[in-house]
């Protein structure tokens, strides 16, 4: 009984009180077809050092040891050790929404210097710490661009995380938002004839990734230029942030909708991860989430208070700018305190680890198999198209400790055997001569069974 909420006396009291004998009367009106007459099949209680042992025994389970060559929106960067031992701080991790200033000092001046410092980041003079993640901040910010402009439509660019782009897709279902999407050229970058021709009066703005889901880095401020000249928005998503060390920020958008994971959030299996919306200051009072400002109280001591934050956020829902008013601070303090252990010099170094192995690894691959949109510059992924199915050679590479890219006939059938390949700076060179080595045995070993089969068909 230690963890039930009701002891037998408190329930016979309640059933007294209902007029009922006995709890069977209670579920009486629920057809007999619909109750359960057995107990749960669920193991019998054990005791806490048997829990221990068993979730011991799971973990060993887990891909601890092995390489991932996996990236696609989610991406296996060291983390310093400092960051979870900072975190696990009581005044932290105990934290809730900081509605008041006057207890909440230290996790407001945090994601007051988290937005500093991501503005510092995107080129941008405002940011938030408040979006679930990636696409949800994409999807936040279109909805965001909607309200400035007074337009309906908006245009996607094919290259986005095909993820991102079904989240949208939800939002826009009951918001009146029609979506068209734009494909990509051979190149892999959106094609910006087709892009012209989409945009319309209409048309709200374009959404766009860069570096894009293939890893390759977009012409954003041609695409800027097409969006302007039609007074429609650019909304920029970047979905590995590490590329802002090297990659130029896309100074040029309206919007940035940035997922932060890379910076200090661990992979996790799926979350939570940091959202971030950042925007020029003139849109500020339509951004949706928490912002914090810097302020002096009566003495002329530096203060920091949520600002810009309405009620609507939080009870009048019909008027809200956003059905997303959560406090993401203990994530956004982990990449507060990432980017302040590596800082502008580190960071840098960090994103050139990152493109000379994913630069090295293409090379590599490319003797093997076909490196598609091998013309345009990318940073740490990059696409590559192999006789096999992928899945296959992926289950191989399980056997090697190492987890393979991610098969993207699922999302971009007309690719065929393509899939998506990372390389942080978690990868060695050893590492990625093994897998590119294993890709090259596949390949030999499918020549060598087509040559077969032509010379018996000869």
Not at 265 to 272: D, I, K, L, S
Request: proline share 4%.
């Amino acid at each position: 009984m230690r963890y039930l909420p009701k002891s037998p006396a408190d329930r016979e009291a309640m059933l007294q009180a209902l007029g009922l004998g006995s709890v069977d009367e209670l579920f009486a009106p629920i057809p007999a077809e619909y109750r359960l007459n057995r107990d749960l099949k669920v193991p019998r209680q054990m005791a806490e050092s048997e829990i221990i042992d068993y979730f011991r025994q799971r973990s060993r389970e887990n891909a601890e040891g092995y390489t991932s060559f996996l990236g696609a929106g989610a991406y296996a960067h060291y983390r310093p050790v400092i960051i979870d031992a900072l975190i696990s701080r009581g005044e932290f991790l105990t934290a809730y929404t900081p509605y008041q200033a006057e207890i909440s000092q230290g996790t407001l001046q945090s994601i007051f210097e988290f937005q500093t410092m991501i503005c510092e980041l995107t080129g941008m003079e405002v940011a938030n710490a408040s979006m679930y993640d990636g696409s949800t901040a994409a999807a936040e910010a279109v909805m965001m661009a909607v309200r400035l402009t007074g337009r309906r439509s908006v245009v996607v660019a094919r290259s986005l995380h095909p993820e991102y782009r079904e989240v949208l897709a939800t939002y826009a279902t009951h918001q009146g938002m029609p979506l068209s999407t734009v494909s990509f050229a051979g190149d892999g970058r959106v094609n910006l004839k087709e892009m012209e021709k989409s945009i319309s009066p209409e048309t709200a703005c374009v959404l766009m990734q860069s570096p894009n889901f293939f890893g390759t880095i977009e012409e954003v401020a041609a695409i800027a230029e097409l969006a302007h000249n039609h007074g429609a928005m650019l909304v920029v998503s970047i979905a590995e942030a590490v590329s802002l060390g090297i990659v130029e920020p896309p100074r040029e958008a309206d919007i940035i909708a940035m997922e932060a994971q890379s910076l200090g959030v661990p992979v996790g299996f799926g979350g939570p991860y940091c959202g971030v919306i950042a925007t020029r200051e003139k849109f500020v009072r339509q951004m949706p989430g928490r912002l914090v400002g810097q302020t002096v109280d009566k003495q002329g001591r530096r203060g920091f208070v949520l600002t810009l934050a309405t009620r609507e956020q939080h009870i009048r829902r019909e008027k809200a700018t956003s059905n997303i008013c959560t406090n993401q601070a203990l994530i956004a303090l982990m990449v507060n305190i990432f980017m302040n252990v590596y800082g502008k010099v580190g960071l840098k170094e960090l994103a050139k680890q990152n493109l000379a192995k994913a630069a090295y690894a293409a090379t590599q691959f490319g003797k093997y198999g076909t490196l598609l949109f091998a013309g345009a510059p990318r940073f740490n992924e990059f696409v590559v198209q192999t006789s096999e199915d992928p899945h296959a050679i992926n289950n191989r590479l399980l056997g090697h400790k190492m987890i393979g890219g991610l098969p993207l006939a699922k999302f971009y059938p007309e690719l065929g055997n393509a899939a998506l390949w990372c390389c942080t700076e978690t990868a060695t060179r050893g590492a990625i001569d093994t897998a590119a080595g294993l890709v090259a045995e596949s390949e030999r070993s499918l020549r060598s069974a087509r040559e077969e089969a032509e010379e018996v068909a000869r």
